[in-house]
């Protein structure tokens, strides 16, 4: 049976025993994850659960931890389960949940998945779906449905497909090649190749200096993020989103996509806009389905893609 130690006795084995501590750290987190699915009751895993609910009820009050990238990827069970029962679907944020990161990697929330911040910047976008009745932040009320499961340890969250955890966890299956998102392209931007990078996920091999002899290039994301990107594209615009409905439009309404394993490309996914997605060798757990979309491990693949959807090929 797992005994968590403490501070000293933690900080004892790490220095005398590297091997022991190494296997505490993943007893550790095994234990974490345990704790997490015990904390899970009542689970609603199947739709013949999910219609016994809403024919009383009328409605499913849902909840979800975040990230923002896994918000996204829920929405097509959402939207299936409102097709197949037609009952009101109430997402509810559950902020501040711990993120464990490596200790090489950042992330623009820091430690959590979930802020009440990021929360502000999702609302306009899921709120404007005709599947969603409504979408709060988790205080007291009553929930059908912890889509939180996807993370008890069941299911390898590094590889697959982010976009079916959802599914697995309630027994919907979504239809993940139609999009899940509507919103008006923003034709602002109908000549422009839109980029977005983030910190992870990158795929060390690739090398984007030559989409510079493109004419229109933008970047979506966070300060540090766009000042990596202009170290290859110098001319790269940086679009600023006052929130990820703006945002949506803007990819909606671009030429095409590009993007690593990141928030930008979920939406990019879920519109089904022309698209490519830089893979990392690493963490394969992103897959394009539908129409338009492509990704690669290899510059030379990377390049072509580019030309085809500009047209080029």
Known sequence: MFKKRNAISKLWLKFTDKPKYKEYKYDFVNYKQFQFTASLTGRVNSIDKIKAITDVNHQLNLIHSGNAGDIIYA????????????????????????????????HPLGNVMLNQKMADMLFPLIRSQAYI?????????KIDVDLDYFRSGLIPMNKG????????????????????????????????????????????????SFI??????????????????????PNIQWIQMNDFLQMAQTIAGCKFFIGNQSF???????????????????????????????????QDHFEWLVAHLNGDK
């Not at 980029?195 to 060390?204: H, L, V």
């Not at 993020?225 to 202009?230: F, H, S």
């Not at 990019?268 to 338009?292: H, M, Q, S, T, Y």
Request: net charge negative.
């Open 75 to 106: 929405l097509p069970t959402l939207k299936k389960i409102h097709e197949l029962t037609g009952a009101a679907i109430n997402l509810y944020f559950r902020l501040g949940r711990p993120m464990d990161l490596p200790l090489y990697s950042t």
């Open 133 to 141: 009745d409504s979408c709060e932040i988790y205080t007291d009320q």
């Open 161 to 208: 497909n982010i976009a079916r955890w959802c599914g697995y966890v309630t027994g919907v299956s979504a239809d993940l090649y139609k999009s899940w998102l509507s919103v008006e392209p923003d034709k602002t931007f109908a000549d422009t190749i839109l980029i977005a990078r983030s910190g992870r996920y990158q795929n060390t091999e690739i090398d984007h």
């Open 212 to 233: 510079s002899k493109y004419p229109k290039l933008a970047f979506i994301g966070v300060e540090s993020e766009y000042n990596d990107i202009k170290k290859y594209l």
């Open 264 to 298: 930008p490309y979920s939406i990019a996914e879920a519109l089904k806009v022309p698209r490519i997605l830089e893979v990392a060798f690493d963490v394969i757990n992103v897959v394009p389905e539908g129409e338009n979309g492509y990704d690669f491990f290899f």
